[in-house]
């Protein structure tokens, strides 16, 4: 397995950290034959397409001392792999499906994680029940923009962050939202484009919240889904 990679975000590894990659590695092909928890099963694949594509919005925003939520984190990214590389940092698994939530449950169990928690919820509903409670808000290919930014909004912190790990079709996204994340108390705040040659191009869009989110958001689910904001 290849790790030379990791050193273009700058990244060195303690010896436990890279032994805890591995084995959560080994959980999730193991996992995996069981449950469909992802479609990249090969070890460079894991490496690549998963563990290094969770980093590397690193390279420009440290989330070392955090507290963050991981919004629809799947099978763990970004979420255990922030807990694993930077341990200071307080990470909240939000996920709705139960099987998903079970495999996190056994991973965090077996690495013997702390100051981390799984949340089996939908996001707009723990999002009204936290209000302004995390320095990050994360996600990674849930959902588009202008859905995602609205579920999650009332669960950031006044000058919080809010973290949108996306791909090359990140126009379409934005164009789709036209603007209405001040709606929500939102502007933008950085845009990282990454090339990469495994994963092609990276587009991981970072908006700060200046003010407190409107109580009317978030609308229902059903709401939204049918007229996202920017419709």
């Known amino acids: 397995m290849n790790w030379n990679k990791f050193s273009e975000l700058n990244i060195v590894f303690t010896q436990k950290q890279k032994q805890n990659l591995i084995k959560y590695k080994d959980i999730l092909q193991e996992q995996n034959r069981i449950h469909n928890l992802t479609a990249i099963i090969q070890d460079q694949e894991i490496i690549d397409k998963h563990f290094y594509d969770s980093l590397i919005f690193t390279k420009v925003f440290n989330p070392d001392s955090l507290e963050i939520l991981d919004i629809g984190t799947g ?108 709606k929500l108390g939102l502007s933008l705040y950085k845009k990282q484009n990454y090339e990469d040659e495994i994963l092609g191009e990276r587009n991981n869009i970072f908006y700060i919240k200046n003010c407190s989110t409107p109580t009317e958001y978030p609308r229902l689910y059903s709401q939204i889904r049918k007229r996202p904001l920017g419709k």
């Open 75 to 182: 099978a763990g990214f970004p979420g255990i792999v922030l807990k694993i590389m930077f341990p200071n940092s307080k990470i909240y698994l939000l996920e709705s499906n139960g099987k998903k939530i079970n495999f996190l449950n056994t991973v965090i169990k077996e690495l013997e994680l702390e100051n981390i928690w799984t949340l089996k919820i939908r996001a707009e509903e723990y999002a009204i029940k936290n209000k302004e409670k995390f320095d990050v808000i994360i996600s990674r290919a849930m959902a588009p923009l202008n859905i995602l930014l609205e579920v999650g909004v009332q669960a950031l912190k006044i000058k919080g962050i809010f973290i949108c790990l996306k791909s090359k079709n990140i126009a379409n996204e934005l164009k789709d939202l036209n603007n209405q994340e001040t």
